[in-house]
């Protein structure tokens, strides 16, 4: 038998090395994620169970799970639907019925009238009076004490094939061995951080949590409020936390050009546009503007709304690069919104001389080396494109600053490799990101820590409010109806189709199917088709006839989400809108509201709705509040949907949940700060313990 002898680390301390763990568990633990014997520390428990007493059967309530004891009054098979063995099992303070469906012969003379039983179980409401089905349970003679456990027992997270008993071997093994040797897992948080905030030492946190005392408040342990609980989630928000800012601090190890300017190309544009910049449009302008002055690489969120300007913004950083003589890439996620950028761009920049280029996968052979060499010599100033600006026979000559339009359809890996792409004689190029994902500040400060944030938070003046209605497609003739009203009045409308299944083949099929029969109760109207399996050129084709106003109805798949900019198109019908997630549907409904005339959106669902889609979409009729919105979507939804694939290498939490937390965020990232600056190696120790298999991103 393998003995546990004190040891030096249980970071590295394979779960092999505990009794009972060979290839065959080891293999499904590795399932759980649970390799080294700190793996199975921070392997918490869900909820608990209170086996430490019995209690009066007179006093129970249907939902609690519990021991109670008593003796078997009546023991009964009944033949119903399902065949049954109810036994009546009463304490003197009252009774309840034990429910089988499978049962022995041995078992049913165990549970025979007379014998005395320990049961655990959850208390449910019978037809008759409170029942347990299939409680666990045991004959004992009068007066047994109870188990040894003095207390509450965890339930963990478990997988098929690895038993709750097996777990709770195990972390009794686990916690045996930090009892032991508590340095076996380093205390990295330094004794004042710990005193400041009134948190317990690691060691007494995880045992606390894994075995709290019969006395336990149960509720706080359950909400993750227990100062142990808060202890390893504020533990686990600052690893996060130090990691994004080291990323930080590793891009300014390399300067990028200090790009000072003498504004006279960004004067020009401001003198030519047909309005002023909002407030803050000029406030986050004037912070990009002293990002780039300095010779550190920006590192820039720009978050706003649908519609609130960011387009003029990053021409504006632009232009400040362009003066300097340096290259500008601008890269979208879309080939449609690349070319809607470069469609603005050319607009804007071209009368002020400057040379564009367009790249995107699409672009082959000759054409395509002629804006590569273009792109190399430093003839083309400003290059618009898709991920094809990440091929590796794009070469800039003197890149100094990337635009990355809506972000979160983009990864960190491919954000830093247009990064490295600019990486000319030990210059790092600035960056720019803009998304129209608007997340609640300190949440944006967390999961972008890496990154400086700015926010647009109002729209250009004149902007009506988009009006929302939610009907049954029951009444799909009214909508019809308003459809032909829209177009007769000379404004266009969208009509979007969504399917339930991730299937583009059908959501495809279900657009056509919906045009044709709308071409044919509004013959009167020029009806146009996109969707995913359109070819791209005429994808652009149609989109082109919409925005010059030869169609009238657009009828579209999900693909017109971000972008697209029709300001006569007023009206936008979007079908079973419960499918979609409420950040999804706001940047549907941003497609309208973007010109003069008030804007409708009709969310035309099918019921019957669930509660929650219900909900969702009540907020959409309530509010155009981006940010508002995405709050409601963080919390219906939780912070790994909302945040999109970047979440996947970074913020995937164990403990900490962002929602629950956000009250610790602030002093998080004060905490992750100071012992960055105060204790290096600990704050090192905390992400090796915390991101440890995934620290490799950090590398990128
Ligand atoms: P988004 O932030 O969604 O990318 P855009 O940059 O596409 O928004 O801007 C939406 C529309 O608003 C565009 O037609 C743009 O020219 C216009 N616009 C931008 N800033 C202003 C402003 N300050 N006043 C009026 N219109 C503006
Ligand atoms: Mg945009």
Redesign the pocket.
Known sequence: MKKLAPVESLERMSVTSLRRVGPKVAERLARLGLFTVQDLLFHLPLRYQDRTRIRPIGSLQPGEQTVIEGEVELADIRYGRRRSLLVSLGDGTGSLILRFFHFSAVQKSALARGSRLRCFGEVRNGPNSLEMVHPEYQRVEPDTPLTADDHLTPVYPTTEGVHQLTLRALTDQALSLLEQSPQGLPEWLPEALLGRFHLPDLATAILYIHRPPADAPQDQLLQGAHPAQQRLTFEELLAHQISLRELRLQHNRTPAPALQGDGTLRRELLNGLP????GA?QRVVVEIESDLHQPLPMQRLVQ?D???????VSALAALQTLECGLQVALMAPTELLAEQHLRNFSQWLEPLGVEMAWLTGRLKGKTREEVLARVAAGRAQLIVGTHALLQDDVLFQTLGLVIIDEQHRFGVHQRLALREKGRVDGHTPHQLIMT?TPIPRTLAMTAYADLDLSVIDEL??GRKPIATVVISDERRDEVVARVRAACAAGRQAYWVCTLVEESEALQCQAAEETAQMLAEILPELRVGLVHGRVKQDEKERIMHQFKSGALDLLVATTVIEV?V?V?NASLMIIENPERLGLAQLHQLRGRVG?GATASHCVLMYHAPLSLNARQRLAILRETNDGFLIAKKDLEMRGPGEVLGTRQTGELQLRIADLIRDQGLLEDVRKAAEWMLQRYPERAAGLVRRWLGRRAEYGKV
């Open positions: 309005f002023q910049l909002t449009q706003g649908v519609g609130s300007g960011k387009t003029v129209a250009p003046p972008g900019d300001p973007r």
